[in-house]
């Protein structure tokens, strides 16, 4: 086996190609990692609240709680079962929202009915400035990650919930980043009054007093066919709301990594194309003291792979500051936007090494075979 060593100063001579095509590799994983952080946030801020002693139960036919609707008779009929602790429900309808920053654009923005209860029944919301909305009034509280973004949607500000129906903001809220922040949250029986929808909720949160409750109260309820109801439990529903949206993003960003590795597979290839054209003397001098094929192919193999391993730590230490970025987004699901701020799980950084190691591999392989088969002699006269 040709020793390490012998590959590490070989990159060290060749200073402008390696931190050129180091960089090159580096951006390549920099978008890649992107685009997985992307999804790690949709499911961070979509999955971050759910709670395993907590149901969310919607009309059958509906994909979420928008398109959902559950009369008065049947939230009674839900909250008497075994198992049961606590039940809400809430009302949610998308507005127009006009943008703060003078542009005149206009975007959706999502507000929840919620009553009384439904603000301690959610343990991780916490008022980071004002205060809670007063029952069955016209005062509302926003998420932090909207706030002061939208027309109206700061402390003391107003907006119209429909004409002459205007809200006023009291507080502002934050819930451990989930898309709740992303939320304008008011009095349910206000905003039920204020929309024409007295008879019914949009959806149910069910609290049990232990998680393993929820399938028997999942069987009763979806097997009840006078109710035409279905039962999840609220982190796999919220998590299924921003599937699409994060499949979308992730995979465009993934497939523009895919097309610029083509680029960095190439510089990787020319790089080493021009390590073996230079280095003839040495590979058959190599050869002539006794390495095998073998070794040498494995030596540029690995050469290859370091110098993307190289690139794939800068790229990873770059999208590090993706971090610190906050982005609008759409759901598709609700059509209302969130805020998401880039996540960086360890399971992001794994899959670009195992990436930028797959492109140095690829653009270094026939470079290697071409150096494994220089002959010694001929090598030598060169």
């Not at 989930?178 to 149910?204: C, F, K, M, N």
């Not at 999942?218 to 949206?245: C, F, P």
């Not at 390590?275 to 390495?291: C, W």
């Not at 992001?348 to 653009?363: H, P, W």
Request: contains cysteine; proline residues 3%.
């Amino acid at each position: 086996m040709v020793p390490v060593q012998y590959n590490v100063r070989s990159l060290f001579v060749r200073k402008v190609t390696t931190t050129v095509t180091a960089v090159g590799i580096g951006l390549v994983v920099f978008v890649f990692a992107g685009a997985l952080m992307i999804r790690e946030a949709f499911e961070h801020a979509l999955g971050a609240t759910g709670r395993p002693d907590v149901a969310v139960v919607i009309r059958k036919g509906s994909d979420n709680e928008l398109s959902s609707a559950v009369a008065n008779a049947e939230l009674d009929r839900l909250k008497g079962h075994t198992g049961v602790a606590s039940v809400i429900g809430e009302v949610v309808v998308v507005i127009a929202g006009e943008r703060a920053d003078g542009s005149g654009a206009v975007s959706n923005v999502l507000v929840r009915g919620t009553p009384a209860d439904g603000f301690k029944f959610r343990p991780e919301l916490k008022i980071v400035e004002g205060r809670l909305p007063n029952p069955g009034g016209s005062e509302v509280i926003v998420g932090k990650a909207i706030a002061g973004r939208f027309k109206g949607l700061s402390i003391g500000g107003t907006f119209d919930l429909r004409h002459n129906r205007p809200l006023t903001v009291v507080g502002v809220f934050e819930a451990d980043g989930a898309s709740y922040e992303s939320e304008v949250w008011g009095d349910v029986d206000y905003i039920r009054h204020a929309l024409g929808r007295e008879a019914g909720v949009s959806s149910v949160r069910v609290h049990f007093n232990s998680p393993s409750d929820f399938d028997s109260y999942r069987s009763e309820i979806e097997t009840d066919k006078t109710m035409a109801m279905k039962v999840a439990r609220e982190a796999d529903y919220l998590r299924k709301q921003g599937e699409s949206t994060a499949s979308f993003l992730s995979g465009m960003g993934i497939a523009f990594a895919i097309m610029f590795s083509l680029a960095a597979m190439l510089g990787a290839a020319i790089t080493m194309n021009g390590a073996v054209a230079n280095r003839s003397r040495e590979i058959g001098t190599l050869r002539a003291l006794g390495f095998s094929r073998f070794s040498i192919l494995t030596s540029f193999v690995l050469e290859a792979l370091v110098l993307a391993i190289i690139g794939g730590i800068l790229g990873s230490i770059c999208v590090l500051a993706l971090t610190f970025v906050k982005v609008p987004v759409m759901n598709f699901q609700t059509f209302s936007e969130i805020v998401i701020q880039f996540h960086a799980a360890p399971s992001v950084f794994v899959k670009a090494l195992v990436f930028s190691g797959v492109m140095g591999l690829i653009g270094g392989l026939i470079p290697a075979i071409r150096a494994s088969q220089v002959s010694p002699v001929e090598a030598m006269r060169a």
